[in-house]
């Protein structure tokens, strides 16, 4: 049986092979490809269970799969720093608003908590902090099941 050190590994150096050229920048740039917000219904049918992941804007690669009792543990590959795969607790929900919400307990970090709308272009998702501004940044999620 591998070992659950290598099983981490190997899923980062997959997640690392996808493509991640981060193109769109703000949620204008989605436009073209018939951007949706999805609601929050549809998120509550698409995101328990779910396994997610994103690149962080100093290139680290983070993922975690959503329990759909509302908490994950989500595993970062440190690229930007020792380059040693570290873990953390989370929780996360769906707000009345149809807003995907996470808190992530780091060890060394700083706690994370933000909650974004996610906006569906093509086969891509992104989340956003609001869904009205044109201008507004966008951050690629991956989603499946």
């Known amino acids: ?7 981490v590994i190997a899923s ?8 991640w ?3 769109v920048a703000v949620l ?3 436009d073209a490809q018939g951007r949706v917000t999805l609601t929050r219904d549809e998120l509550n049918q698409l995101l328990p269970g779910a ?4 690149l962080t804007a100093k290139g680290n690669t983070q993922f975690w799969k959503n329990d759909a009792g509302g908490s994950f543990i989500i595993s970062s590959d440190n690229r930007d720093k020792s380059g040693r795969v570290t873990t953390a ?3 996360w929900h769906i707000a009345e608003d149809g807003r995907y919400c ?11 908590e933000w909650c974004r709308f996610i906006v569906k272009a093509g086969s891509d998702y992104y989340a956003v ?9 966008v951050y690629k999620l991956a989603i499946s099941k």
């Open 1 to 7: 049986m591998p070992r659950p050190d290598r099983q």
């Open 129 to 137: 902090k609001t869904d009205k501004t044109a201008t507004e940044k």
């Open 102 to 112: 996470v808190l992530i307990e780091w060890n060394v970090n700083p706690t994370e």
């Open 89 to 91: 607790q989370g929780k």
């Open 21 to 23: 050229a981060q193109e």
């Open 51 to 54: 396994k997610m992941s994103r």
């Open 12 to 19: 980062l150096v997959l997640v690392s092979t996808l493509t």
């Open 28 to 30: 204008r740039d989605l």
